[in-house]
């Protein structure tokens, strides 16, 4: 449980409600969380779906990991507590993008099961669709490709505490979506993700 150390602070509600705001936008709000190991492929589908989506015009907005710890969360290094903190802080501003009509779509590691679930009741205590998506590449496929030579430098002892080698990941137990890249085109990925929004009723067919 996160303390709130603010006092005399008060929720302003405003003047528009979520359903005017959505209604007015012709768009409905929610977001696809991608958890998997380093290399998966969790950020190049999250691109290619914003593109596809934006390009369709309907809002789209991907929040990356490594992209999130340029500024929000450039304080926080990678111990267990900082990870929690990192995820807790993108579960509420994805919230918001999901408030405003957006598609959030988050691209991170997220290797603790507890994290994630505390991000799908944020979303499920204020009302919003919270789609996990498990892309799910096995360990061997995500170190050969290795783009940013990261699991070489953990195997060598360089870099501690790295998911899948020496720091657990905790896999999905009911994520709304599955997705393996081994041999799998892009395009393919995001045409699964679409059908999955249509079929939340998140995106209207065609």
Sequence with gaps: MI????TNIHWHEGDLSRDERWKALGTRGATLWFT??????????????EQTLVNKGINAYRLD????????NKNLGFSA??????????????????????IALTSFI???????DLCRKLHDD???????????TPLEVC???????????????????FTGIDDPYEAPEK??????????????????CLKLLVDRRVLAKG
């Design 81 to 102: 507590e900082d990870r929690a903190e990192n995820i807790r802080r993108i579960g509420e501003v994805a919230k918001l993008f999901a408030d405003s009509g957006a």
């Design 175 to 192: 994520a709304e979506l599955t997705i393996n890249t081994e041999g799998r085109s892009v395009d393919e990925c995001v045409a699964e």
């Design 36 to 49: 998997g190991l380093s290399a998966s492929g969790k950020s190049t589908i999250a691109s290619a779906l």
């Design 3 to 6: 303390e709130t150390k603010p």
């Design 143 to 161: 170190e050969q490709r290795d783009p940013k030579g990261l699991y070489k430098k953990a195997r060598a002892g360089e870099i501690k505490g």
């Design 126 to 136: 204020a009302g919003l669709g919270f789609i996990e998506v498990f892309v799910d």
């Design 110 to 116: 997220s290797p603790y099961r507890a994290d994630r």
């Design 65 to 72: 990991g490594d992209n999130v710890r340029h500024g929000l």
